[in-house]
């Protein structure tokens, strides 16, 4: 009998299983449009008895992740998980968790922010956690989901690394949509790969009294942010080392990009989340059109994987990034975008960069979206257009 | 109405001489909450895991790389101490559950915080923490104002008192509004005991913190605590002005212990109020003509308080 059962599960789903298998401790969470389905699953599992957890029904966002940083600062293994204005609610405390160097766990199903109100998919939540220090994954099937919740734990709570991580995928596209999933058949087999152990942080221990979240002065504020960059630069080894653990343990490969027809191609499309299926098809499409272009999906986020990138930035004569955020008055105004051209310029490298917006507030785009991107982008480059002036915001009635 | 308040403490003897508040710390000179942390800490003992939301306290105690506090202790925000202490307690209740900590080892948590990070911004976390009924002892050490900041109004600022934000000007003369009635605010969520306590009378907030802990379910003690440097008082004054504060009425020391009110510090003869308010600059403006509005108002709460109560528990002024 195999240790993995098939079956139909949304991201969402997928989120609470894998907080399920992961066996966590504690789950605080406050529901919100397309996050709920999580917190529904979960207290169904403890209801059930399938999970032995305590769920503190809070009050907010921000004291989700206030109990979870209590708990976690307890010695549990924690889960939360949130969208948009949920994310932005929480957003203090994100730089708290990490400051505490806690391992916590969230999943976000990834939501356009207010205003005007939008419960729909895009990535403006996340971006916008971009400096909080935490490990971030954005996840491009329910599988990448369950097997991403899995992975960041053991990274997380690596004693080298000792930093939250989330996990992101598209609100709706992706939180919404049943895809097959294999989940393990018994918890025991997930937590071979990530056993519960004393835990490997400080934590509140009446026989070892601590001081948690002390006041630093100039003289020491400066030093434990400093050993925050380095525990992220550590996080890049630990990461890689899980990754191969894990497709080693159970066969399924991530790393932090993945790419398709690259061979033989010197222009690329990059994006990440649920919207790198749709980017894949049309490459086929255009294959068959006889244009030979690559796909690239950023998966890791923080820490940013400058290495994987390089070794296949080397080789494109032109790289179309498709955001999925706007950064309001920026250099360029695609967050995603900025740091691949940074990514280039470290090694002076000659590609080009066209930055587009798209997908916002989930307005639709296909894979003739895609192809017209591509070819607009063609025309740009005849033009001798090498980094986009300013981020094309593509689809949108000016 | 009937029966006693629980005492545990009935004189200074039965006081642990253990300390778990260590000396050293940055408090002001003839701060009361360094009095109030230090006997609280005798009656939980160190079995205990403290949260404290950002604040005087929070400040003068935890500068790294220096701690007072030789129990585990962790701050996280200003607004969240409530639900960090209802996380503390679901990972206990948790890891116990899973045998990962011992199972017998009984811990307490208790939240202490301010005015403001209590009853203002963190309000909502403190209020789904009872409704939750998580078990934690929440303290609130009210110095009526946001003392940590430099002496900013707050939702627990007496009216008429000066604070830099409710300044004594030509049109405007310090706070115009009421007190908030908080811990009457918490007693309506109906958890299992909501007391009031005044350091001045250590050994009634001592019992108080003793019961607390000892319920099952959330508890919670407002406590008053007079600031030498927003009050506008000399430092050697504050207990006395804390004793003036039950012995005028202007503060009522009373217990909620699983829906019976009682008061635990009845004043047969009460004083008048001008004696707590001419100790304090934050009153200097007040007329005679105002400290006998405020006069007015104190018999009106005392009239009712005894009506709760059922007999004269607190008594006229007598002078």
């Known amino acids: 009998m195999s240790a993995w059962i098939r079956i139909p599960l949304t991201s969402n789903y997928a989120a609470a299983y894998a907080a399920k298998d992961a066996d966590v401790d504690v789950v605080a969470a406050y529901p919100i449009t397309p996050q709920t389905p999580v917190v529904e699953k979960i207290a169904e599992f403890i209801a059930n008895g399938e999970l032995q957890a305590e769920m503190v029904h809070v009050e907010s966002e921000h004291s989700a992740l206030s109990a979870c940083i209590g708990a976690s ?35 976000i199903a990834a939501r356009a922010l207010s205003a005007p109100l939008s419960i729909w998919g895009d990535y403006s939540d996340v971006m916008a956690t971009r400096d909080a220090s935490w490990i971030t994954i954005i996840a491009s099937t329910a599988q990448e989901v369950y097997d991403s919740i899995i992975q960041v734990y053991k990274v997380a709570e690596h004693p080298d690394v000792l930093l939250p991580a989330m996990v992101a995928y598209d609100g709706f596209m992706m939180s919404h949509t049943y895809e097959p999933v294999h989940v393990a058949r018994d918890k025991s087999i997930v937590l071979e790969f990530i056993p519960k152990r004393k835990p490997s942080w400080n934590v509140l221990d009446p026989d070892k ?32 080392q899980v990754f191969d653990e894990f497709s080693k343990k159970f066969g399924r490969g991530y790393d932090f990009i993945e790419t398709y027809n690259m061979d033989g191609s010197d222009i690329a499309v990059l994006t990440y989340g649920g919207l790198y299926g749709t980017v894949v098809e049309a490459v086929d499409h255009m294959k068959k059109q006889g244009l030979n272009i690559g796909a690239i999906r950023l998966r890791v986020f923080r820490p940013w994987p400058t290495e994987e990138l390089l070794k296949v930035l080397k080789e494109l004569r032109a790289v179309i990034v498709i955001d999925r955020a706007i950064g309001f008055g920026a250099a360029l105004e ?65 | 109405m009937s029966s006693a308040p629980k005492v545990y403490y009935k004189t200074v003897f039965d006081i642990s001489k253990e300390e778990f508040f260590a000396p ?50 962790i701050h996280v925000a200003f607004e969240n101490a409530a639900a960090v202490a209802s996380g503390v307690e679901a990972a206990l209740k948790a890891l116990k559950a899973k045998g990962l900590i011992d199972p017998n080892k009984r811990i307490n ?148 212990d699983h829906g019976e009110f009682r008061v635990t510090v009845p004043v047969p003869k009460r004083k008048h109020v001008k004696h707590y308010i001419r100790l304090q600059g934050r009153f200097n403006h007040l007329t005679d003509a105002d400290i006998e509005e405020l006069q007015k108002l104190v018999d009106k709460e005392v009239e009712r308080i005894n009506k709760v109560v059922g007999k004269e528990v607190i008594g006229p002024v007598v002078e």
């Open chain 1, 73 to 107: 600062a307890t010695g549990a293994r924690v889960f939360t998980a949130t969208s948009s204005q949920g994310l932005e609610l929480m957003h203090e405390l994100l730089y708290i968790a990490s400051g505490l160097r806690l391992p916590i766990v969230m999943a």
């Open chain 1, 209 to 240: 009294p601590i001081t948690i979240g002390a006041v630093g002065n100039p003289d020491w504020y400066y030093e434990f942010k400093y050993q925050q960059v380095v525990a992220m630069e550590n996080s890049q080894s630990i990461l890689r």
């Open chain 1, 334 to 398: 695609g967050p995603v975008a900025m740091e691949v051209l940074t990514t280039a310029s470290k090694k002076g490298l000659n590609v080009a960069l066209h930055s587009y917006i798209a997908s916002i507030g989930q307005r639709t785009v296909i894979e003739e979206d895609v192809i017209a991107i591509v070819k607009k982008s063609l025309e740009l480059l005849e033009k001798g257009v090498t980094i986009t002036e300013r981020s094309i915001y593509w689809g949108v009635r000016q």
């Open chain 2, 24 to 73: 050293g710390h940055g408090l002001c000179t003839g701060c009361t909450v360094g009095t109030i942390v230090r006997l609280l800490l005798k009656v939980a003992g160190p079995n205990t895991i403290i949260v404290n939301p950002t604040g005087c306290l929070e400040v003068s105690t935890t500068t790294f790389p220096y701690t007072s506090w030789r129990v585990p202790y």
């Open chain 2, 109 to 256: 948590v208790i939240a202490i915080g301010g005015d403001g990070g209590t009853a203002d911004i963190g309000f909502q976390a403190l209020s789904g923490m009872l409704e939750r009924g998580h078990k934690a002892m929440y303290i609130m050490y009210d110095n009526e104002a946001y003392m940590n900041t430099g002496i900013q109004r707050s939702g627990t600022t007496p009216q008429h008192a000066w604070t830099t934000t409710t300044p004594v000007g030509r049109v405007l003369r310090g706070k115009l509004q009421f007190k908030k009635p908080v811990a009457e605010i918490v007693a309506a969520h109906r958890i299992p005991y909501v007391a009031t306590a005044n350091p001045a009378h250590f050994l009634d907030m001592m019992n108080k913190f003793k019961r607390g802990l000892e319920v099952e379910g959330p508890s919670f003690i407002h406590v008053l605590q007079p600031c030498t440097t927003g009050w506008r008082f000399d430092p050697r004054l504050g207990i006395k002005i804390a004793r003036l504060a039950t012995e005028t009425a202007m503060w009522i020391n009373w217990e909620q």
